[in-house]
């Protein structure tokens, strides 16, 4: 589902001569289906980078990344939005939505944008809210006005309303109390049972254990740490 090819990516520094930082050189790895890969390496190895680059908002210099068939370093920008909508879904510990919109239309948004009818929409997102604890006199309100933990579980929400064939996830459990940090795990493996591809960032030594099957380290891509 996700293949990764001699992957390079620099950033030049055009504010300080130029210069040309190197991040990754050689990536390579591929995810089946149902399987959770973590990404791994110390603190500036490019983990995020690299997760960045599969979801089409950094440009690799080399290399190919193939999520379902589609090279996204080659893609349309319309091409990368559909697979965004249909294919690679993304969460990360922040939302963003877009003010005034109810908490229950924005999780059942990207059911909508699929296709789904209303109804099945609302029902799997009155499901997820209830799993992740978010009180039901919150569902009609905004969430921008929320905590940033049930902001963040209201996202998480949102990532897994859709059951999408690939799915990035950076930091998912991060700052979550234990008992929602419980439900996120349990939802990353219904996702993985349902045939999801996954690429994780995890700090979180414990959740990485439960539910990746390998560990890739990205410090191998990294031109300056790996010499
Ligand atoms: N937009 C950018 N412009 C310039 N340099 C960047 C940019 N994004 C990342 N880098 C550099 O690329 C390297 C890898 O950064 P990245 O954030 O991918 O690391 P990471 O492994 O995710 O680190 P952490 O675990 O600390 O989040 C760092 O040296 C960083 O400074």
């Keep these: 589902m996700i293949t990764v090819e001699d992957l390079g990516k620099s950033f030049a520094l055009h504010n300080q001569g130029a210069t040309i ?28 980078t690299v997760m960045r680059i599969l979801y089409g908002n950094y440009l ?24 965004r909508r249909q294919t690679l879904g993304y ?16 999780v059942s948004e990207p059911l909508l944008s699929v296709g789904k009818s209303e109804e099945e929409a609302r029902e799997r997102a ?17 969430p921008t006005t929320f905590s940033g933990g049930e902001q963040q579980r209201v996202n998480i ?29 349990t939802l990353i493996e219904e996702a993985k049972a349902g045939g999801a591809a996954i690429v994780g960032i995890f700090h979180d030594v414990e959740a990485r254990a439960r539910v990746a099957d390998r560990e890739i380290d990205v410090t191998a891509f990294t031109p300056r740490l790996a010499a």
Excluded at 60 to 83: C, F, M, N, S, Y
Excluded at 99 to 104: D, Q
């Design 157 to 185: 929400a949102r990532g897994f309303a859709h059951a999408y064939p690939a799915l990035l996830l950076d930091e998912p459990t991060a700052s979550l109390d234990a008992q929602n940090r419980q439900t996120v795990l």
């Design 60 to 83: 690799a210099q080399a290399g190919r990344v193939v999520i379902d068939g589609l090279d996204i370093t080659k893609a349309e920008p319309r091409e990368i939005l559909k697979l």
């Design 126 to 142: 009155c499901d997820l809210l209830s799993r992740l604890r978010i009180p039901e006199r919150l569902w009609e309100l905004s």
């Design 91 to 106: 969460v990360s510990q922040f939302l963003r939505v877009v003010p005034r919109v109810p908490t229950i239309d924005v």
């Design 21 to 48: 930082i190197p991040v990754l050189e050689g990536g390579k790895f591929q995810v089946k289906p149902g399987e959770c890969v973590a990404l791994t390496g110390v603190s500036g190895a490019g983990k995020s």
